[in-house]
């Protein structure tokens, strides 16, 4: 009976030597093995590994590909003395753990250190080109340099960058205001220049139709005084004609046109003798006084 007890005894021991003997690498890790914090070895492959027990410990890094993303934006003076607010992230790798671990020992001072080196070759870089260069077909030969100054830098602390990119550039709020105000008053010129455009030629046209208007009215008077003179002379001939052919039925068609003049609705009041020439037609159907 004493036996079983000894067995979980060795057994416990056994599993406790082997928990602080053994360790595993995984896929995306690698590791550095430290007795009493100066580094050993350095584990870059996946799998079971071992160290000497209560003497050395592991400090694992990521194998994969990492990100780092400024925190603010820095702004950037172009070399056209234009200004610019600059987003930057970066993505790394660890390519050399043990060289990491004696220069910056953890990830968050790794990526302080590597936004500073970003931050400050991107002020280098674009403060030799202009913002047509960063808007144009340049932009990935920019980028390119700025990832070759970073990825030189950071090689001393054992990292590989593997890509670096401008994530936003703009205008401080203050330039983009002065933008705005300028591109508005460049605006309302334009719109003055057009509505100042527009009433000139409003004013043409207007003078124009007034011309025209006054040629074709004068125009159409002419040809109706000329049509009404061409009128009247007509009626003259056919009156003159008329009276010509019958004399006492013109003379008497001239007095019955006169006495409706007269005796319609006028309500003026006329005193005339009985004899007058004008009431001749009253007293005969011939135009004489009967006996």
């Known amino acids: 009976m004493r036996i079983q007890p000894l067995i979980l005894i060795v057994l416990a021991v056994v599993a406790f030597l082997g928990y602080n003997t053994l360790f595993i690498v995984q ?60 987003d930057t992230y970066a993505r790394y790798s660890i390519d050399d753990p043990l060289k990491f671990y004696q220069t910056v020992r953890t990830v968050r001072i790794a990526q302080e250190r590597l936004e500073a080196m970003v931050d400050s070759s991107t002020r280098r870089v674009l403060g030799n080109h202009s913002l047509v260069d960063i808007l144009s077909e340049q932009r990935s030969g920019i980028i390119n ?12 602390l054992g990292i590989s960058i593997v890509d670096v990119r401008i994530r936003r550039a703009d205008y401080p709020d203050a330039t983009s205001q002065n933008i705005f105000n300028r591109m508005k008053s460049e605006r309302e010129r334009e719109a003055k220049e057009f509505r100042a455009t527009g ?60 006495y409706r003049k007269s005796f319609g609705d006028n309500p003026t009041s006329m005193v005339l003798s009985p004899n007058s020439e004008f009431f001749r037609f009253f007293g005969s159907k011939s135009g004489g006084v009967e006996k």
């Open 27 to 86: 896929q995306t890790q690698q590791a550095i093995v430290l007795q009493f914090g100066e580094p050993k070895r350095t584990v870059q492959k996946p799998g079971l590994r071992w160290k000497i027990p209560f003497i050395q410990n592991v400090i694992f890094y990521e194998n994969r590909v990492l990100s780092m993303v400024s925190q603010s934006s820095e702004q950037v003076i172009l070399s056209d003395q234009k200004r610019l607010e600059v």
């Open 145 to 156: 340099t700025i990832r070759s100054e970073v990825n030189a830098s950071a090689s001393a």
């Open 199 to 258: 009433e000139e030629e409003a004013q043409k046209i207007r003078a124009t139709a007034n011309k025209e208007r006054t040629v074709i009215i004068a125009e159409a008077n002419r040809q109706a005084e000329i049509t009404r003179g061409s009128g009247d002379s007509r009626s003259i001939s056919i009156y003159a004609e008329a009276f010509g052919v019958d004399e006492d039925f013109y003379a008497f068609y001239r007095s019955m046109q006169a």
